[in-house]
């Protein structure tokens, strides 16, 4: 399977630490997205990459958030000095261009104690 | 900024049972998403309608994009249990897929 991936599926830790997240998106697709999705809600845009530039950052994506996408491929979003508040799914999704639909990873599950 | 309303928030049908659910916005799109999420996964795209009027199928299910660009309805025929999970409308403005704003979702729960 091809699809786009994410590590790790869940991630406890304790408020204050920093965590990181990985994304491998499709391999033909120079598109990728962060979305961060709370319970009983629809996924909210974070930000997004074509090929290793970052284009886009929402005003959800604080100080503390950092996304690299260094070589164009794999993608990865840091959390620094993690609050309760950070505790959500951070969804990953990629597309071939700005008119290609998204493909979403499986998400990587934040809880923060 | 723009409001997205998305009915009815959750439903519980009975097996072979049709379902409807529907999505209005404050403002004009260009296109009409519409999401599947299952527990656990990430959501997956079902239909895409890209005009106004559009009335597009997938199997068993049927979406239309309304006249006035505002609203979308997602329609599913004959449930079965797999049909289960939480179904979001995702429009977006010309603006590109970074703009995708989704709705709250309908969480459909089928009884076998």
């Known amino acids: 399977d091809t699809g786009v991936s994410q590590d790790p599926r869940h991630k406890i830790t304790k408020r204050g630490q920093n965590v990181t997240f990985r994304c491998d998106p499709i391999?033909?697709?120079?598109?990728l997205y962060w979305y961060r999705q709370t319970l009983g809600q629809g996924p909210e845009f974070l930000t997004y990459?074509?090929?290793?530039?970052?284009?886009?950052k929402s005003r959800l994506l604080s100080d503390r958030f950092s996304a690299e996408r260094p070589k164009g491929s794999f993608s990865t979003l840091e959390i620094q000095r993690t609050e309760q508040g950070d505790s959500a799914m951070y969804l990953c999704?990629?597309?071939?261009?700005?008119?290609?639909?998204?493909?979403f990873g499986n998400g990587t599950r934040l809880t923060v104690t | 900024g723009q409001q997205l309303n998305q009915s009815p928030q959750s439903m519980f049908i009975q097996e072979g049972e049709d379902v409807s659910m529907n999505c209005t916005s404050s403002?004009?799109?260009?296109?009409w998403l519409w999401y599947k999420q299952d527990p656990g996964e990430g959501p997956v795209l079902l239909i895409a309608?890209?005009?106004?009027?559009e009335l597009t199928s997938n199997g068993r299910l049927t979406a239309q994009f309304g006249i006035t660009r505002k609203d979308s309805f997602l329609n599913i025929s004959a449930s079965i249990p797999s049909d289960v999970g939480i179904y979001f409308c995702?429009?977006?403005?010309?603006?590109?897929?970074?703009?995708?704003?989704f709705g709250t979702g309908t969480k459909l729960q089928v009884i076998p």
């Open positions: 999704a990629s597309s071939t261009n700005a008119q290609g639909p998204l493909h």
């Open positions: 391999s033909e697709h120079n598109r």
């Open positions: 990459f074509q090929n290793e530039a970052q284009l886009e």
């Open positions: 403002s004009i799109f260009n296109t």
């Open positions: 309608l890209y005009k106004a009027g």
């Open positions: 995702a429009p977006l403005d010309s603006g590109g897929y970074q703009k995708v704003t």
